[in-house]
């Protein structure tokens, strides 16, 4: 890397990262996640909106050998990113309601996927890509089936849900929606490319890679924390031991064929769910990711976007993903959470919090696109429908208050006082 190069990256950085935190500010002044504001600010600054309107602006600001670099930091906050969401993504509990959880992550998964899939049995003729037709019709249905279990937690807690009933069972329900969601994309990427190998060789290595971590690693780890060894660790080399170890694993899972991010996400789920190692992991490694590295996947991913390519069929497209992935969400948890014993407002409630997307959905579509699963229209197409349907979960969670507190007085003002 020259010196020019260096000073075009650092500029780059300052600028995304700057720009990030702008849009999330905005957009949690205005009631929604910050993340969103985020995805957004990346997408402005492709050539939806900078590199349209002011071009020689937008080479000086991500100039073309800049963009490497950029892209090379916004998969280092992913690995992170991913091994946070791992860590996390046990922490919710299922308690009593493990019924519940149960069918609703059933229902939340199921509906979603068969949906996603019927949409892209239609608009395959208009989206085909080299990759294949199977592989096109499996992906598109774990693209709408994903919840964004961190996205969704940062809505439970700005709401005051957290810890309540209903936000451990959203929770809970997520939790295990994006396990299983997360692992069949593994399968899809698998089955879209095997690199010249025997098509049997990803799966088998994947699956091993998968028990040694669940069933080796993570009872070791458990073991030596029961003997106190990780309590003599200081936060400073556990965070040095977990990030080297996430880097680890996502180049296994990249030189295996698959995306860099499995790795991480499997690494999180094996790690032992101790407090140290939480809190150094969702507090110091998260905060780099968020605050620097992250920033840059947003607008490398934004980068991908183009809105001005968009027709009036690729309009009519994003209509249908967006009715798609709201209603197979809502009606595939709402479902099975009435029939289970929720109320019909907390079956709405549980529905609709699931239908967060956010920043997990433009992770997969990121890892569809680079694994030539997506074209530049329908990946622009579900972008926007990952935004939408999450900047939609608090006004319609505010409108089911609403109704349940207008329920409540209709029946207060019917009741009248029996005569003595």
Not at 76 to 99: D, H, P
Request: charged content about 10%; some cysteine.
């Amino acid at each position: 890397m020259t010196s020019e190069v260096l000073s075009h990256v650092l500029l780059s950085l300052a600028f995304v990262v700057a720009l990030a935190r702008l849009g999330g500010f905005l957009f949690e002044r205005a009631g929604q996640p910050p993340v969103v504001g985020e995805i957004v600010a990346g997408i402005l600054a492709g050539p939806s909106l900078l590199g349209l309107i002011a071009p020689q602006v937008s080479h000086l600001l991500l100039p073309a050998d800049a963009k490497p670099y950029l892209n090379m930091l916004a998969q280092l906050g992913l690995v992170i990113f991913m091994l946070v969401v791992g860590l996390e993504v046990e922490t919710a509990t299922l308690g009593r309601r493990a019924g519940t959880v149960g069918a609703v992550t059933l229902g939340a998964t199921l509906l979603p996927f068969l949906l996603g899939l019927l949409l892209a049995v239609v608009i395959w003729p208009w989206y085909t890509v080299d990759a294949g037709r199977t592989p096109f019709l499996l992906f598109v249905g774990v693209a709408v089936a994903i919840t964004a279990f961190p996205v969704l937690a940062r809505i439970l807690r700005d709401r005051g849900m957290s810890g309540t009933r209903m936000g451990s069972i959203a929770l809970a329900c997520a939790a295990m929606i994006d396990v299983a969601a997360w692992l069949a994309l593994a399968g899809v990427i698998a089955l879209a490319g095997h690199g010249g190998r025997p098509p049997w060789v990803t799966p088998a290595l994947v699956i091993g890679f998968v028990l040694l971590m669940l069933l080796v690693v993570r009872p070791g780890l458990a073991a030596a924390q029961r003997r106190g060894a990780l309590d003599r660790i200081s936060p400073r080399a556990l965070l040095i031991a977990a990030l080297v170890a996430a880097v680890l694993a996502a180049w296994f899972t990249e030189s295996i064929g698959l995306h860099s991010i499995f790795g991480p996400f499997i690494l999180g789920l094996a790690l032992p769910r101790v407090e140290s190692v939480i809190d150094v992991i969702t507090t110091r490694a998260a905060d780099l990711s968020s605050g620097l590295l992250l920033p840059a996947f947003f607008v490398v991913a934004g980068m991908g976007v183009d809105v001005t390519a968009l027709g009036w069929r690729d309009a009519g497209v994003l209509v249908a993903a967006v009715a798609v992935s709201m209603i197979g969400k809502i009606a595939g948890a709402a479902g099975p959470a009435r029939l289970t014993g929720l109320s019909h407002r907390d079956s709405l409630t549980l529905g609709v919090l699931l239908s967060t997307r956010g920043l997990t959905e433009l992770v997969v579509l990121s890892v569809g696109a680079a694994a030539g699963l997506l074209t530049t229209t329908l990946y622009t197409v579900l972008v926007i429908n990952a935004v939408i349907t999450t900047l939609a979960t608090g006004p319609l969670l505010s409108l089911i208050e609403r109704s349940d507190r207008k329920s409540v007085n209709r029946k207060d003002q019917s009741w009248t006082p029996a005569s003595t």
